[in-house]
């Protein structure tokens, strides 16, 4: 059975609070209104005897922050009503068309022929009823029943940030380190509060004291403690940028670092270099942590094969 859809559109134009209908008829392939949000244009597309699909052309100008679904369902609540199921579509921004398939499952396409449809705009789980579809012989007639203006979703606010994961991390006022002198020939470098690291030679203390002037460190992480397995030391609370002459640095690439336990024990390994060695899997997984945050690419030493000093940079 063909349809022919025929629409009477009410064109409604607010002055103040004020609502004034103009009755309008025009096909509804054809139709068109100034409308912000609504329904342009329905077209029967198919009909079998258990399924009837809709074209309907819309125009939605909100935001999507808020999903917008295109629905139909039964006006009457007789007990056919029971039997009526539909597919909803989702609705892009703009001019567009969705397309909505109503079917029974009794095989009955009286159904279709003896309710009347409302066309409806889900938004954000609310619904606005739109139009109303009301079989009338062989005709389609379309009427207005906008009860609820469809809304503009209101933006959703940015998610509130992840808390910082804890770190355990000690600030210092850099302006004030200098090396002490230590019995056994061992060099302090220290804040004039805390002790905060201890040189074998007099040359690895004064190295580790210009690299963190050069940088501009203000605070030091640690993963483990006591005997920490990875030091850190960050500006501001930011990675160190830059490099410095005769440093001694290996890059890597932080997407392709893993965690393995290799030879008895656990490591930070890009491909088949390991780059540091862990107690355990914790540590060496919050140690993969911190260098992906921060945006690490390179490990640095002060004193080798056996550093006295280690730190990250970009």
Known sequence: MNYQALSHLSRITNRGRSRILLPLLVTAATLSTTSANDIRGIRVVSESHNELKLSISYHYSGNFGSEVFMGVEMANDGSSSRHFSYRPARLHSGSSTATVILSTTNAAPQVFSTNQ???????????????????????WRRFPLISIPIPHPTPLPDPAPSPAPL???????????????????????????????????????????????????????????????????????RAPVGSLPGEDAIRFNPRRLEVKHVQGSWKIVEGNCFLISFPNQAEATEALDV????????????????????YLRR
């Open 167 to 237: 770190e355990d991390r000690l600030s210092f006022d850099n302006s004030c380190l200098r090396i002490v002198a230590e019995a056994g020939g061992r060099y302090l470098l220290t804040d004039g509060r805390s002790r905060m690291k201890v040189f074998p030679n007099r040359g690895e203390a004064e190295q580790a004291l210009r690299i963190i002037r050069h940088y501009r460190f203000n605070s030091r992480g640690f993963v483990g403690r006591p005997g920490p397995s990875l030091e850190y030391w960050l500006k501001d609370d």
């Open 291 to 310: 260098i992906r945050r921060y945006g690490f690419t390179h490990l640095c030493y002060v004193g080798r094969p056996n550093p006295s000093m280690t």
């Open 117 to 139: 449809l409302k066309i409806k705009m889900y938004v954000g789980g609310r619904y606005s009823i739109v139009e109303e579809l009301i079989p009338h012989q062989k005709n």
